[in-house]
Structure formats: structure tokens, C-alpha cells
């Protein structure tokens, strides 16, 4: 019996301390809440400079925040995609991020008033170079190329990255972008749903090509020692993708949310970004990126689409990836 | 007093049933709410749906066929290592998806062990990619289920029956026509109707070796609706033509299905004297071994491929590890209370309200989990915060993800229980708690023990409906895994998978191995 009051006790004590402490809900995606990505040392940094509790909230971002409409209990919502803010901007929950963007280290100018980036990266088809010697240099050139690699993508029907694929190839080939898509077509291995199938079936071997990002290859440099993934680029340019924060207007903590809004764009948050999620940095100089990162090599255009585009493009070039490779 | 026990455990079954129903068509009926009604299928929609049920089929009928002569073999031989055979062989129904994919590419893919043995051989590798592999992949997850589940058919006719079969001279074909085949009459159309179901929600399995997008089925449509669309009345609509797809294949298989009672005996080891022949032992060698082949040797790659970082897993995974081990407690517990109450019902019912519950107690299999989750997420919402309520939502939806499997191990126990001592328990007086410490416990043992092994087994690796309610402080194993996945680290996941593999199977084993102590009474 002592025990339990004991016990009682402390947890009212508990209670009552966190009370006292600003709690800063931030929706973001699952990998965030693991071990391995970023958000266990965001967490840590800004909680050092904000006396307040930060929480992530991990999952599907847009069911949860469509789900939730103006019940939505976020103060922030980090990790939103490029390619699918139209439908977020829509629902009206967002709030002006109120940062200076004219000095990110982006390769496109930033002007959107609501949606701060805070990574972003080159998409791409990752090789062995071990086994690919001669790699494609071009679009053209992976497409009509007479070598039987096989390559696994992923379907832009259940993921982000298979999206941004549709995407590039439409930006690069436009109204003949189901006629590359044929021509594709025998070397692609397989589809699959998601990104992490695809790439484990390219480290396994069952696979000459992955399609993931140029800085993949990053990971496998500095976490493994392991020199021998390069990613092809593409004198057409590269479809890049950035990951976005948006500010929750209703937010009961808005200086809290503002402090962490300019926080994202210091080079505390950003430093976080290549190892935490293997990507670049929305905003740091490029000196002080990893070594590995400064050496990885970099298309000579980046491609993408607006939020309308996207949104207008989606559909009809999903029609023409299902009829030239649903065959 | 037995009419009060019988009314009681009525009152149990369909209270249990009405919560089955509340998950499935509830949550269903709540995303539909939420979404003002049904959208409307075009016409590429018809296509996944056609797609779904005839692969999902062919799975089934494949799995089932080749199971029958396994679970034949695997009942009337006595071999060393058998029991430890038939525990691992349920490995492969509770990989992840991403595992099993890759240890099956491992065996049968591009650069795969098979292709390598052809390639030496001089001949042309195979492609795994195409409406084979969904099948392929389909029969090495659900042979060793639908084995076990017969096994358990064969199991059940008592050591007696073969016993005088022996003594009246009869041949191995007499013992199939007349213990044998009425046994299978009534537990394959079930097994089948399991089966099949699990077929139907699978994408991940049927787009990766279905080789593209001609190989969609209804629950991408339905990812797709979540996630890119959020057209939750398509969603809406998808889920019911799952739960109709459900409705149906449930209604077919109950008319073709012939309910027999092979009676009971002592539980007595069972031996067969017919099947002593040598054509005889080597055909059921050869079931064996080249079932076990097939089954073993992805199964092997995964293990090879994790077991070097096993024991340099980081902490974290091992706490994953733990609270997996304890939600998977909780819902075990769980599945078994729902399971036997509705079996019980089942049994006491008379036969069109049994089947009725019988029924309901599929429909989890066909509910798609992301359906299940928006559903609970619109339901609870409103009223408490889902992320805090994580861990008891996971618990409750993989015990109702788990009970038509439970179901399958229970029901035909509980009827031959009923048509073997209902009689005699209701002369003697015995009910409630009484009946079931003497009665029912004692001679469902073996039933509730797999039964609660395979609902075990199958919470430990089930992700559930963590999309919308995953709470990163309490991480579960698959979580922890799919997050290492997403994170490059293929090698640490491969470990983790071994892992998981490992404690499904000792979850597996514990629960049966209690079922079948002191089985020789």
C-alpha cells in the first residue's frame, strides 16, 4: 500500500512538471521517429535551446492531417512531399512560415509563403560499379542503351519515390513520355510498392539498378566503407524532390512554433540532415556538408514541377506508366 | 444447469462476434461516415478486383493440393526431428512481407540459387516475375499453414478408428474412402476459404513478384485511395468489395463443405498398419522431403543472411523486441477468450446461426488493416487521443486479425466435443466452470494450444494499423524493422527479421507444446 501511494505520488509530481513545460507537437513521417533518422537528434538540439517538450507524432502525414481537419492537434507538421502539397494547402489548416528563404542552398529559387523546405535531393538510378562500367549518361541513353540491365522502380500508385519517377520521365520526354516508357519496359525487373523492397533487391544482387536518390550512394561511402554504389546522372537534368514544414495556424503555442520554424533553417538542424536522412541540407553552406557529400557528383539541372503541375500532371501520366507497362 | 452454460457461452460467442463485426464492418461503415458515402469504381478498378480473386484462388487451390499429401504423410510417419519439422514449417506464413520477399528471390530470383544451378547445368535461368511467382510466393507462405491445419484434420480422428480399420483388413484406399475423405470434406473447404481470403489482401508479395502493375490487386487500389487520393469513399468502396468478395467465397465454401464427426477415442499414438507398404513409405518421403526443400531453402537464405549481425543488434531492437513479446501476450489472451467463446457458440447454435458466427469470425482476414485503422482512427478520434491508445489498439486488431485462424484450429474440436460428451456432461450434471476444468479444457488441449500458438505466432510480426497509430516511444518489432529497412540498413533488418522469425516460432512453439502435454491420457 505504502508503494502505491509512493507511486501516486510520484506520477502526480511527474505530471505536474511536464505541465509547467510548453509541449511542441510536430507531425512527421515514420522515420523520423526512429533511431536512424533525424528525429532523435532534433529533438535533443532544439530541447537544449527552448525550455519545452518536443514531440513527434510519427505516421502517414496527409490521412492524418485530412482526418483530423480543424480538430488537428499538430502545432507543426514536418516531412510533407513536393510533389502533394496541393491537397495540404487546400485544406486551409497552414499558417505563413514567416522565415527568410532567399538564402537556402537550394538549386531553385524558394517563394513559397507557406511550405519551408528543409531537405531536398536528386532522384536517381543507383548501379554497382563494379558490374556497370559503361553507365548511362543520359535518359536517351539508359532507355535506348542495348545492354540488358534490369532495373527495380517503385509504383508511383504507393510511393513517393515512384511519383517523382512518373514525374521526371514526363519532365524529360512530355508527350512521348509513354513512348520512353515502352521502350523501358524490358529492362525494368519488377515494380514494387515500396522503396525499401526495391533497394533491398538491389543490394541483394537480384538487381543491376535501383531507383532512389544521387545521394544514396553516400550512405553506403560513410557508413560502410563501401565504394562501389555510384548513381548515373543524366545530362537532361534530375527530377528533385524537397521535404517540406508547414506551420498549423490554430497552433495554441505560436511563438514556440515560430522558434522552431527559424530553428529548422539554423546549421544545428541542418547539420543533422545528410547523416540523419541522407539527403542535402535545405540551407548549408557547402563547405560545411560532409566530405563524402561535397565529392558526390551532381546533375547540371534540376527538374521540378509545381505544386498544379504535379497535381494536373499526376493523372494522366500514371494513365500512360499503367498502359505502357501493364502489358 | 446446462441449458444455463450453453445460453451463457452463447451470450460469450456473440458478444465476441458483435466486437468482430464492430472492427470490420463498423470501422467500414465509419470510413464511409467520414467520407459522406460510396465513390465509384472505374474501370481499371474491375480489373484489380478480377485480378485479386482469380490469383487469390489459384493460390489457394494450389496451397490446399499440395497440402493434402504432405499432412497425409506428415500423420502417418514417425520420423526423427518430425515435431521439429512441423514447428518450423510455420515460419514462412509469418514472414515479412519484405523478408519473405527477399529470401525467396534469394532462392528463385535473377542471380537466385536455382538460376545457378541451371546456368552450371547449361541451361537458361527462369524468371521468377510473372503470375508464377505471385503464387509461388502465395504456396511457400500458405502450404505449411494449410499442412498444419490438416494435419491437425487427421490428428483428430481417433487412434481407435485405424485400430479397427486395421483389424477389419482394410487397404490404404479403403482407410481414405472411409476415415479419411470424410475428414477432409469437412476441414478443407475451410482451409481453402482462409487461404484464399489471405490471398486477396495481399500487395506488396503480388506487385513485387507479379513483375508490374499488371499485377494489382483491390488493397493497392485502396493504399493508393489513403495515400495519394485520400478518396476515402473509394476506400470505402474498395473495403466493402473486399468484405464481398469475403461474403461470397464464405457462402460458396459453406455449401460445398460436408460437417462430419469422426467421433472420439483415447487420443491414443496413432499407428497405421495400412500405410506400412514400401510404395507407400516412399511416396510419403518424397512429400516430405520436397515440400521441405521448398519451404527450407528460403528459409535458410534468411537465416544465413541475418545471422551474422544477430547478436550485435542495438538495444533498441531488443526493447522492440519486448514490447512486441508483451502486446503479443495480450493479444493471444485475447483471440484465445473471442475464439473459444465463439466456437462454443458456434457448436450450441443451431446450424444456419453457427455458420452465421462461424462467418463473422472470417471476415478480419478480408477487412483490409488500413480500412480497420482509418475506421478506429475516425471512431476514437472525437472522443481520446489514438497515439496514447497505440499499444492497446495493436493488441486488440491483431488478436481479431488472428481469430479466423484460431477459429479454424477450435471449431471442428469444439464440435466433436459436443457430439462426443455433450450428452454425457448434461446427464452428470456438469456445467460452467466445472464443464469446462473437466470437460473442455482437457480435450481441446491440443486445439487451444495451436490455436493460441498460431494467433501468437501471428501478432508477433503483424504491423497492424500502425500507419495512423504508431507512437515512437513504444516501438514493435516489425516497426523497428521496417524502420531499419527504410534507413539503408538492409544487414541490421536482415538481422532483426531473423529476430522476429525467431520469437514468432518460440511463441509458436510454447503454446503448442502446451496443448500437447501428457496428450497420451
Known amino acids: 500500500m505504502k508503494h502505491l501511494t509512493l507511486a501516486a505520488g510520484l506520477m502526480l509530481g511527474a505530471t505536474s512538471a511536464l505541465a509547467e513545460t510548453p509541449v511542441l507537437t510536430v507531425y512527421a513521417p515514420d522515420y523520423f521517429g526512429s533511431e536512424w533518422g533525424p528525429g532523435p537528434a532534433i529533438e535533443t538540439a532544439f ?39 496541393k491537397q495540404a494547402r ?64 517503385q509504383d508511383p500508385r504507393s510511393s513517393f519515390s515512384g511519383l517523382a519517377l512518373l514525374l521526371w520521365v514526363k519532365s524529360v520526354y512530355g508527350d512521348d513520355a509513354q513512348a520512353a516508357w515502352e521502350k523501358l519496359a524490358p529492362k525494368i525487373l519488377t515494380v514494387t510498392a515500396g522503396w525499401s523492397e526495391a533497394y533491398g533487391m538491389f543490394t541483394d544482387g537480384e538487381a543491376d539498378m535501383v531507383f532512389s536518390y544521387t545521394t544514396s550512394p553516400a550512405y553506403h561511402i560513410m557508413a560502410e566503407e563501401d565504394l562501389t554504389k555510384s548513381a548515373a546522372i543524366f545530362e537532361e537534368g534530375h527530377y528533385m524532390t524537397a521535404e517540406l514544414i508547414g506551420k498549423i495556424a490554430s497552433t495554441d503555442q505560436p511563438e514556440l512554433t515560430d522558434q522552431f520554424m527559424s530553428f529548422i533553417l539554423t546549421d544545428a538542424f541542418q547539420t543533422i540532415i545528410p547523416e540523419g536522412n541522407w539527403s542535402y541540407p535545405a540551407k548549408l553552406d557547402f563547405e560545411k556538408l560532409p566530405e563524402t557529400f561535397q565529392t558526390l557528383p551532381t546533375p547540371p539541372k534540376a527538374l521540378l514541377y509545381s505544386e498544379e503541375e504535379a497535381a494536373a500532371l499526376r493523372d494522366p501520366a500514371l494513365e500512360e506508366w499503367l498502359s505502357a507497362l501493364g502489358r | 444447469m446446462a441449458v444455463r452454460t450453453g445460453t451463457l457461452s452463447v451470450w460469450a460467442g456473440a458478444a465476441s462476434a458483435a466486437l468482430v463485426l464492430a472492427l470490420t464492418l ?14 465509384a469504381l472505374g474501370p481499371r478498378d474491375w480489373g484489380y478486383v478480377w485480378f485479386t480473386v482469380w490469383q487469390a484462388a489459384a493460390s489457394a487451390a494450389i496451397s490446399v493440393a499440395l497440402a493434402i499429401p504432405v499432412a497425409r504423410a506428415l500423420a502417418r510417419r514417425q520420423f526423427r526431428g518430425r515435431s521439429a519439422l512441423i514447428t518450423v514449417l510455420g515460419a514462412p506464413f509469418i514472414l515479412p512481407t519484405i523478408v519473405a520477399i527477399l529470401g525467396l528471390l ?23 516475375y510473372g503470375i508464377h511467382g505471385i503464387l509461388l510466393a502465395h504456396v511457400f507462405f500458405n502450404l505449411p499453414f494449410a499442412t498444419r491445419l490438416i494435419l491437425q484434420g487427421w490428428l483428430s480422428i481417433p487412434a481407435e478408428r485405424f485400430r479397427l480399420a486395421a483389424s477389419l483388413g482394410f487397404s490404404a484406399i479403403d482407410v481414405a474412402r472411409v476415415l479419411e475423405r470424410p475428414m477432409l ?32 490487386t483491390v488493397e493497392l487500389a485502396i493504399y493508393q485511395a489513403f495515400r495519394f487520393d485520400f478518396n476515402l469513399s473509394k476506400a470505402a468502396l474498395l473495403g466493402l468489395v473486399q468484405v464481398m468478395i469475403c461474403v461470397v467465397a464464405g457462402a460458396l465454401v459453406f455449401k460445398v463443405r460436408l460437417p462430419s464427426t469422426s467421433g472420439v477415442g483415447l487420443d491414443r499414438v496413432v499407428r497405421r498398419w495400412e500405410a506400412d ?69 458456434v457448436s450450441r447454435l443451431s446450424s444456419g446461426a453457427g455458420a452465421l458466427v462461424e462467418g463473422i469470425g472470417f471476415l478480419t482476414i478480408a477487412a483490409s488493416p488500413l480500412v480497420m485503422g482509418t475506421g478506429l482512427f475516425v471512431m476514437i478520434f472525437p472522443f481520446a487521443d489514438p497515439t496514447s491508445l497505440s499499444l492497446p489498439i495493436t493488441a486488440v486488431v491483431n488478436a481479431a486479425m488472428a481469430l479466423p485462424f484460431a477459429l479454424r484450429a477450435l471449431v471442428p474440436a469444439v464440435r466433436d466435443l459436443q457430439a462426443g460428451y455433450g450428452k454425457l456432461s448434461v446427464s452428470l450434471g456438469l456445467s460452467g466452470f466445472a464443464w469446462l476444468r473437466w470437460v473442455a479444457v482437457p480435450r481441446l488441449r491440443r486445439a487451444l494450444g495451436f490455436g493460441a500458438g498460431l494467433a501468437a505466432a501471428l501478432s508477433m510480426g503483424d504491423l497492424g494499423v500502425i500507419a495512423l497509430f504508431s507512437n515512437p516511444e513504444l516501438e514493435t518489432l516489425p516497426l523497428a524493422l521496417f524502420r531499419l529497412m527504410g534507413a539503408y540498413r538492409l544487414d541490421q533488418a536482415a538481422s532483426a527479421a531473423l529476430l522476429l522469425v525467431t520469437l514468432s516460432l518460440l511463441a509458436f512453439w510454447i503454446c503448442d507444446r502446451g496443448g500437447r502435454v501428457n496428450v497420451d491420457v
Request: hydrophobic share 50%; net charge negative; charged share 15%.
Open chain 2, 106 to 128: 534469394a532462392v528463385f530470383g535473377r542471380t537466385g540459387i536455382v538460376s545457378d544451378i541451371l546456368s552450371w547445368a547449361g541451361l537458361e535461368p527462369v524468371s521468377i
Open chain 2, 277 to 345: 507398404g514400401l510404395v507407400l513409405r516412399l511416396q510419403d518421403a518424397l512429400c516430405i522431403g520436397l515440400a521441405a526443400l521448398f519451404l527450407l531453402g528460403p528459409l535458410s537464405m534468411i537465416v544465413i543472411e541475418g545471422i551474422g549481425g544477430v547478436f550485435r543488434l542495438p538495444g533498441s531492437i531488443l526493447e522492440a523486441a519486448w514490447n512486441s513479446i508483451w502486446v503479443t501476450a495480450v493479444s493471444t489472451i485475447l483471440c484465445m477468450v473471442f475464439a473459444l467463446s465463439m466456437a462454443l457458440a
Open chain 2, 185 to 216: 470434406r469437412d476441414v478443407v473447404p475451410g482451409v481453402f476459404l482462409v487461404i484464399f481470403l489471405i490471398c486477396t489482401t495481399s500487395f506488396a508479395v503480388a506487385l513485387a513478384l507479379g513483375g508490374g502493375p499488371q499485377a494489382t
Open chain 2, 26 to 39: 463498423g470501422t467500414l461503415g465509419a470510413v464511409a461516415w467520414r467520407a459522406d458515402g460510396f465513390g
Open chain 1, 47 to 85: 530541447e537544449a535551446e527552448c525550455a519545452c517538450d518536443l514531440q513527434f507524432v510519427t505516421g502517414d502525414l496527409m490521412p492524418r492531417i485530412m482526418l483530423e481537419g480543424s480538430r488537428i492537434k499538430a502545432d507543426a507538421v514536418i516531412g510533407l512531399n513536393t510533389d502533394v502539397t
Open chain 1, 90 to 153: 487546400e485544406t486551409g489548416l497552414f499558417a505563413p512560415h514567416g522565415q527568410d528563404t532567399r538564402a537556402l542552398t537550394m538549386p531553385i529559387e524558394w517563394t513559397d509563403e507557406i511550405f519551408m523546405p528543409f531537405n531536398w535531393g536528386y532522384s536517381g538510378f543507383v548501379y554497382d560499379n563494379t558490374k556497370i562500367t559503361n553507365p548511362p549518361t543520359s535518359f536517351d541513353a539508359l532507355v535506348n542503351s542495348d545492354e540488358d540491365w534490369k532495373i527495380v522502380i
